[in-house]
């Protein structure tokens, strides 16, 4: 019977039309009414009647009699099984009646038979039968396994819709094309945490047909992949010729910037270190044959960098076996070593191993270090004792120009090149070295000590090298070098006229011992003249504190023709009979009558007189020509005369030898009653007195 042909499942609101032939198939629709012919009226005798009740697929039939008075019988069947059998009347105890109890087909179709007995007239009131049906959705998926093995209606989610079900899949999971059972979804999976599972859909059963498969494993760079296959591997290969081959069955691994590979057979891979922190999975199957899949782990390695090596003269820490992405090393250099990258310096070094296996910056260098030069030493010099090119751990030697100047502190002074680049005494004092002039010590003795100016010698080269020669104006004086721009000189010989001379009018000559040397010699700048604050002479006859000092421009470096002379020390003393020597470029004699400027330097040599004879030989004198005698001064000269200073010898030395050899500047050629006269002397401005004064003037100017 062609009853009814929707399907199902099109809308939600799908009017269902239902048909219920009642012997001429009389339309119904998902409920209605369904009775005896003529009903409520008597039925007709003999009547033997069959309702056909069909309502859409997944729907079930509720069918409940209304009313029933039927002498012979109803029966209710569903495919030929009989679901009940009904007659009597419903307000009767006899009979079977089926009360309200519904009826409910076990599918969408039912039908009723109805088979009257012969008319009775004493039984009009049995008048038929009435009914109603309504079409209930079924509830497929609750319903029990079928029976024929063929699994659950839906292999994961069953979902019931009116009229019917629909299957579904869990997350991961995709409706195969029998809209009832789910495998792996396998295209668009990206797995990106640091391991993890895949598999062909299904595994470990066989891979269904027609698979085109993609999986990405991009894992963060700096991490690489490694494929573990299980040992259950089989992807269908064909043999050929050249061997199997993965023809219509394969999984292929992509690595980029590698050849893809393309796997099949029977025997797993293993273990693949793809060395790349993206590998895509591309699993291909046409639809034939039978490949029983695959399963892999991945997990995830850091990169390695390669390890760094070794940096002469320098160290790499930490010291590994491997480095991975994100490690750090450092560098550091051995003492004495600098860190040093493209020919620069650099504080520090630190390079980190990079996500593609590099370290972002190549080792550096160590080179030694070096302290530079060493400072030059005034007067003296350096050697190099060992090392190279002032390198770390270098020693150097200071010495002084001698004999001329000696190091300070006695000893010469060594330094090393140290690791913080500086030449450093291996003292625990540090000595800066200097160099000091010698003083006092002519390169050559005077041999001679009976020689005098007036009737004087001459002075053989370096053997006086403390004399100054000086000019002013017209006159002659001398001085004595004590210091490196300093003369030592006589009051009155810078002072003319009660008037201090400029440093401009003073005209200084030293290393010289013939007056026509200066020819061809410049003299010396001057750049100050300190007179003694107390010196006032204006008639010239008070030298008391006859003394000044001039300050040259230009240090003196000393040599044999110019040294000084040394002051006076604690220990020096003008013992009485001692013999000093005086020089200068002053009046002498040639016989006994004639006295000129001497053009050669002169010396002689004269004792240091006792103060009172000094005194005594003052005696009598006109006190209008006679200067007054002071402890500021002291005479020298011999009571017989014949031996003594003379004009143009003031300002120049009269000096004792101390114990040691050491020339000292004991006195300055100040006045005399005449020169060289029987029972005068020499007086000499007395230097120990001003030991005080001259350091004073020399260190404040
Ligand atoms: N006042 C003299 C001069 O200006 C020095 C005299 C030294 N006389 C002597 N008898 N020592 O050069």
Not at 168 to 187: K, Q
């Amino acid at each position: 019977m062609d009853i009814f042909n929707a399907r199902i499942g099109w809308t939600s609101f799908i009017i269902w039309f239902l048909h219920v032939l009642v012997c001429e198939c009389v339309p119904l629709l998902d409920s209605g009414q369904i009775h005896s012919p003529q009903c409520p009226q008597l039925y007709p005798v003999n009547l033997q009647k069959q309702w056909e009740i069909s309502v859409p697929d997944g729907f079930q039939i509720n069918l409940t009699f209304t009313h029933v008075d039927i002498k012979s019988s109803i029966t209710v069947l569903h495919d030929e099984k009989v679901l009940g059998k009904f007659c009597g009347n419903e307000n009767s105890a006899d009979g079977r009646h089926p009360g309200y109890q519904p009826i409910l087909s076990p599918g969408s179709r039912l039908t009723l038979k109805i088979q009257l007995s012969d008319y009775n007239p004493d039984r009009n009131q049995n008048v038929g039968f009435s009914a109603q049906y309504q079409a209930i959705d079924i509830d497929e998926c609750s319903a029990p396994e079928p029976e024929d093995g063929s699994g659950p209606l839906c292999s994961q989610i069953c979902l019931n819709t009116l009229g019917s079900y629909l299957c579904a899949c869990h997350h991961g999971y995709e409706l195969r094309s029998d809209e009832r059972t789910c495998i792996l979804s396998c295209v668009g999976g990206v797995f990106d945490e640091l391991e993890g599972h895949l598999m062909s859909p299904g595994y470990p059963n066989p891979s269904p047909d027609a698979l085109s498969c993609q999986y990405i494993i991009s894992v963060e760079s700096g991490f690489t992949v490694s494929l573990n296959f299980s040992d259950k591997f089989h992807i269908e290969s064909v043999d050929t010729e050249e061997g199997p081959n993965c023809l219509y069955h394969w999984l292929e691994v992509i690595i980029p910037d590698r050849n893809p590979m393309k796997l099949c057979g029977g025997t797993s891979p293993g273990l693949i270190n793809t060395n790349s922190n993206i590998v895509k999975l591309g699993y291909n199957i046409d639809n034939q044959g039978q490949s029983n899949g695959w399963s892999l782990e991945y997990s995830t390695h850091r990169v390695t960098c390669p390890v760094p090596g070794e940096v002469a003269k320098g160290r790499v820490t930490p010291s590994l076996t491997e480095y991975f992405y994100r490690d750090y090393i450092f560098v550091r250099c051995d003492e004495g070593y600098k860190l040093m990258m493209n020919g620069a310096e650099i504080m520090g070094f630190s390079t980190m191993c990079q996500s593609n296996g590099e370290w972002h910056l190549p080792l550096p260098e160590c080179h030694i270090i070096d302290c530079g030069e060493p400072d030059p030493l005034l007067n003296g010099g350096v050697n190099f004792l060992s090392g190279f090119q002032n390198q770390y751990l270098s020693v150097v030697q200071y010495h002084c120009n001698e004999p001329f100047y000696s190091p300070y502190g006695g000893n010469n002074v060594s330094l090393t090149c140290e690791a913080d680049r500086q030449w450093r005494s291996n003292h625990d004092v540090i000595l800066r070295p200097a160099c000091l002039p010698v003083c006092g010590r002519p390169m050559k003795q005077i041999e001679n000590h009976f020689q005098r100016i007036i009737g004087g010698n001459d002075a053989a080269e370096h053997t006086i090298p403390w004399q100054a020669l000086i000019n002013v104006g017209s006159s002659r004086g001398g001085g004595m070098i004590i210091a490196d721009r300093w003369i030592l000189t006589a009051a009155h010989v810078v002072v003319l006229n009660g008037q201090v001379q400029t440093p401009e009018a003073l005209f200084v000559y030293l290393g010289v011992t013939d007056v026509h040397q200066i020819i061809e010699n410049l003299s010396l700048n001057v750049t100050a003249v300190h007179v003694h604050s107390e010196y006032n002479n204006p008639n010239n006859l008070n030298f008391d504190h006859d003394i000044a000092l001039i300050k040259l421009k230009d240090p003196i470096t000393f040599q044999a023709a110019i040294m000084p002379l040394c002051l006076p020390s604690e220990d020096d003393t003008y013992d009485t009979g001692m013999m000093g020597m005086v020089s200068g470029f002053g009046i002498t004699d040639k016989g006994n009558q004639r006295r000129f400027l001497t053009n050669k330097l002169k010396y002689v040599h004269v004792p240091v007189v006792e103060q009172k004879k000094c005194s005594i030989s003052l005696k009598g004198k006109p006190s209008s020509r006679t200067p007054r005698l002071t402890n500021n001064m002291f005479c020298a000269g011999t009571p017989e005369g014949g031996k003594d200073s003379c004009n143009g010898d003031s300002g120049s030395g009269f000096t004792l030898q101390s114990e040691n050899g050491r020339f000292w500047a004991a006195g300055i050629v100040s006045w005399g009653l005449g020169c060289g006269q029987k029972g005068t002397y020499g007086f000499y401005t007395k230097v120990a007195n001003y030991v005080d004064w001259i350091n004073k003037i020399m260190r404040e100017n």
